[in-house]
């Protein structure tokens, strides 16, 4: 049974840190490529950033390119995204997902790539 369960989101005011985790788990966690994408009220879902386990590689989108950080422990099968300096902006429910079978390589940070996703985590700035 394959799952993913974020945590670590919360409240907030500007300029904080939030660290949210995404455990993985009834699949091999390796080679697999692992997106956070995040959902404001009234907006798109839109990629965040993501992480592709075999080598640890990441990308961010532009826009949290300078304040957030991907990384993995395979120990744990879990990927994090810390959130430093956030703001009113960053406000949205937060997804973790993975693409459905081993991979090379991450494919675009888009989601129709990304077939399991979990429950998301909400993160309020204020």
């Known amino acids: 049974h394959v799952q993913l369960v974020e945590s670590g989101g919360g409240s907030v005011q500007a300029g904080g840190s939030l660290n949210l985790s995404c455990e993985v788990s009834?699949?091999?966690?390796?080679?697999?490529?692992m997106g956070w994408f995040r959902q404001a009220p009234g907006k798109e879902r839109e990629g965040v950033g993501r992480?592709?386990?075999?080598?640890?590689?990441?990308y961010l989108a532009n826009s949290v390119k300078d304040r957030f950080t991907i990384s993995q422990d395979n120990s744990k099968n879990t990927v994090y995204l810390q959130m430093n300096s956030l703001k009113l902006e960053d406000t949205a429910t937060y997804y973790c997902?993975?693409?459905?079978?081993?991979?090379?390589?991450?494919?675009?940070?888009?989601?129709?790539?990304?077939?399991?996703w979990g429950q998301g985590t909400q993160v309020t700035v204020s």
């Open positions: 997902a993975t693409t459905l079978g081993t991979l090379p390589m991450c494919p675009a940070l888009a989601e129709q790539n990304f077939g399991d």
């Open positions: 009834g699949y091999a966690f390796r080679r697999r490529c």
């Open positions: 992480i592709y386990t075999g080598d640890g590689s990441t």
